[in-house]
Structures are given as structure tokens and as C-alpha cells.
């Protein structure tokens, strides 16, 4: 999975999804990507799932960038713990999503492949999405 080596802080606050995605929401690298519509946390198994997706239909053709990493630690307790003894251990790392950021990137494949592979990861994710193409 998806999770940093190292931070400056190993805990943190869990913040607000305001606004919408102004860097990262145009295509950089592939002819095609999947582009959020909503706002989400995305967990490193829901990337890793749709990454997954993307692979597996381009028959390992092509290549995928993943634009966005899961860089935020979200810290979980055990069922039944009463109140008090302070903040759980970090359960799973996700990265803040807003509407317009990119997911992912494909490029060296063609249209109909791309949007099938963008079609099945989008599935996977927690928000709807649209598949972009380069102008």
C-alpha cells in the first residue's frame, strides 16, 4: 500500500475539504485521466484498487501515472473503548480529494481501452468521476 517513509508530525488534526482542486486538475503526463467530481478521503487500498483495475484491463499495456498520495494519517480506536486515554494509533493513511483534482493518467493505449480501464477504477472510487481526454 501507499503511505509516506516519514513525517514531521506522526499524527494530525482532520482538517476541512473546502474549495476545489486547483493544481493537479489538468492532464500532465497521459493522452487520459480520471478526474474527481466529488470530495473524499481516498484511502491507499481504494488507489491501490483502482490502480489494480487499470493494470489488469490494459493487459499491463500502457503507461499509468497516479497523481495524488495518500499523505494523511487517520487515526482509529478499538470497538467498545470507553472515553478518555487520548488519540488512537494511526489505522490507515488517505489523501484529500477535491472536485476536479486527477487521479490517474493513461497514455500509449487506445481510446476505447483507456476509457474502459478509467470506467473500472472510477467504480472503485468513493465520489463519482469523469474521464478526460487531451485536447
Same mark, same amino acid.
Given at each position: 500500500?501507499?503511505?509516506p517513509k516519514r513525517r514531521k508530525y506522526r499524527k494530525s488534526f482532520?482538517? @476541512? /475539504?473546502r474549495g476545489v482542486a486547483t493544481s493537479g486538475s489538468s492532464l500532465a503526463f497521459?493522452?487520459?485521466g480520471l478526474k474527481a467530481m466529488g470530495r473524499a478521503w481516498l484511502?491507499?487500498?481504494q488507489l491501490e484498487a483502482g490502480r489494480r483495475a487499470i493494470t489488469g484491463t490494459l493487459k499491463r499495456g500502457g503507461k499509468i501515472w497516479?497523481?495524488?498520495f495518500p499523505d494523511m494519517p487517520v487515526t482509529a480506536r478499538a470497538a467498545g473503548? @470507553? /472515553?478518555g486515554g487520548g488519540k488512537g494509533d494511526i489505522d490507515r493513511y488517505?489523501?484529500?480529494i477535491t472536485p476536479g483534482k486527477l487521479i490517474y493518467e493513461v497514455a500509449g493505449v487506445s481510446e476505447e481501452a483507456a476509457v474502459s480501464a478509467l470506467l473500472k477504477a472510477g467504480s472503485k472510487?468513493?465520489?463519482k468521476t469523469k474521464i478526460v481526454k487531451r485536447d
Open positions: 500500500m501507499f503511505e482532520r482538517g @476541512r /475539504m497521459g493522452e487520459f484511502s491507499s487500498k497516479i497523481r495524488v473503548q @470507553r /472515553m488517505v489523501a484529500v472510487m468513493p465520489f
